[in-house]
């Protein structure tokens, strides 16, 4: 069964450093794997995901994730963080087994916190 | 705005009632899913419709179900409320039924549940 792992329920960064989220998921198939942001009081938003083309990924706002599949990672990163960016960020990877095919299956999130 | 709409946006109610919470797909996507946002749980995938056909089931009580119209709009019925049923409700939709690797599923600004 797929599985997403995010290290670091909190992470603070300063304004206009480097944006660094991890993610580690673990799946019997090859995954189809996402980023999506979550501003507060909304719906989530979906930054990026990989779908077994190329394994750095662009997605809005500046953020990027690179696919590992040897280290089973798909962290995501932005080289310069903006007040704007804070925000709970959670990874999710589809089930592909049975029949609960496309379903996401969440990591617990990150909130990112971006300091003045 | 994702184009998906969820009604309402919060709902009071006491333990052991029932609450109907409704949601309304982006134009022409075919699939529904539903989501759970708790603090203790985090997000957990609930049921999928498809074209009015229960596709899959995750972490769905007994308590809970969930219908598919000939409009496409679903609903998630909750009965027999308890008080850990207090959490945010994410309707999601996708214009096929397998999201994870034809694209990425569009989410609904949730409705907050919270039950006394």
């Known amino acids: 069964a797929q599985s997403v792992t995010q290290l670091g329920s909190h992470v603070s960064v300063s304004e206009g450093a480097l944006v660094l989220l991890r993610c580690n998921y673990s799946?019997?198939?090859?995954?189809?794997l996402f980023w999506y942001v979550q501003y507060p009081n909304q719906g989530l938003q979906l930054l990026l995901k990989?779908?077994?083309?190329?394994?750095l990924v662009k997605g809005i706002n500046g953020f990027e994730a690179e696919f590992k599949k040897s280290e089973t990672s798909f962290h995501l990163t932005k080289p310069s963080a903006h007040m704007s960016d804070a925000a709970e960020y959670f990874c999710?990877?589809?089930?592909?087994?049975?029949?609960?095919?496309?379903?996401?299956?969440f990591g617990k999130g990150t909130k990112l916190s971006v300091k003045p | 705005d994702s184009g998906v709409t969820q009604t309402p946006k919060h709902l009071i109610t006491a333990t052991g009632q029932r609450v109907t919470l409704r949601c309304s797909p982006r134009?022409?996507?075919?699939?529904v899913y539903w989501y759970q946002q708790s603090l203790d749980q985090g997000l957990q995938f609930l049921i999928q419709?498809?074209?009015?056909?229960?596709?899959a089931k995750g972490n769905i009580l007994e308590r809970f179900s969930a219908q598919q119209f000939p409009d496409l709009h679903s609903e998630l019925n909750l009965s027999s409320l308890e008080l850990g049923d207090s959490a945010l409700y994410f309707c999601?939709?996708?214009?096929?039924?397998?999201?994870?690797?034809?694209?990425?599923?569009?989410f609904g600004p949730g409705t907050r549940l919270t039950v006394l």
């Open positions: 990989y779908t077994s083309a190329a394994t």
């Open positions: 999601a939709s996708s214009p096929l039924a397998l999201a994870g690797g034809a694209g990425e599923q569009f």
């Open positions: 999710a990877v589809t089930s592909g087994d049975g029949g609960s095919q496309g379903n996401l299956i």
């Open positions: 799946s019997s198939v090859p995954p189809y």
């Open positions: 419709y498809y074209n009015g056909e229960e596709r």
């Open positions: 134009s022409g996507d075919l699939s």
